[in-house]
Nanobody
Framework: QVQLVDSGGGSAQAGGSLRLSCAAS?????????MGWFRQAPGKEREEVAN???????RYADSVQGRFTVSQDNAKNALYLQMDNLKPEDTAMYYC???????????????????WGQGTQVTVSS
């Protein structure tokens, strides 16, 4: 059973930066995983902001393209989200997530992810 613990949230001013981390445990060597970052603002749907396949290929939502960078350190079983040029609309609870990856496919629907972190709050003030 994969377990995820995310951290690194906090407060920042618009234009500032934050870095989120996600520590993973319970992964098996036989299974590949696609890792993702989601966010959910009050009254809104949970949306994927970025994911990264087991081969290191990232994908970003249009709203964060060019400002956020997803990366992973397989040796440390860690996932990161570097968030630069933050905007007030980035304010949300952020979650790391994992899905079993088959044939290189990584689906961006939240329903495709089986494993979730507990969330970390990001607040951006103008």
């Amino acid at each position: 059973q994969v377990q995820l613990v995310d951290s690194g949230g906090g407060s920042a001013q618009a234009g500032g930066s934050l870095r989120l981390s996600c520590a993973a445990s319970g992964k098996t060597n036989e299974q590949k995983y696609c890792m993702g970052w989601f966010r959910q603002a009050p009254g809104k749907e949970r949306e994927e902001v970025a994911n990264i396949r087991s081969d290191g290929s990232p994908r970003y939502a249009d709203s964060v393209q060019g400002r956020f960078t997803v990366s992973q350190d397989n040796a440390k079983n860690a996932l990161y989200l570097q968030m630069d040029n933050l905007k007030p609309e980035d304010t949300a609870m952020y979650y790391c997530a994992a899905q079993d990856e088959y044939d290189g496919n990584c689906y961006n629907s939240r329903h495709a992810y089986s494993y979730w972190g507990q969330g970390t709050q990001v607040t951006v003030s103008s």
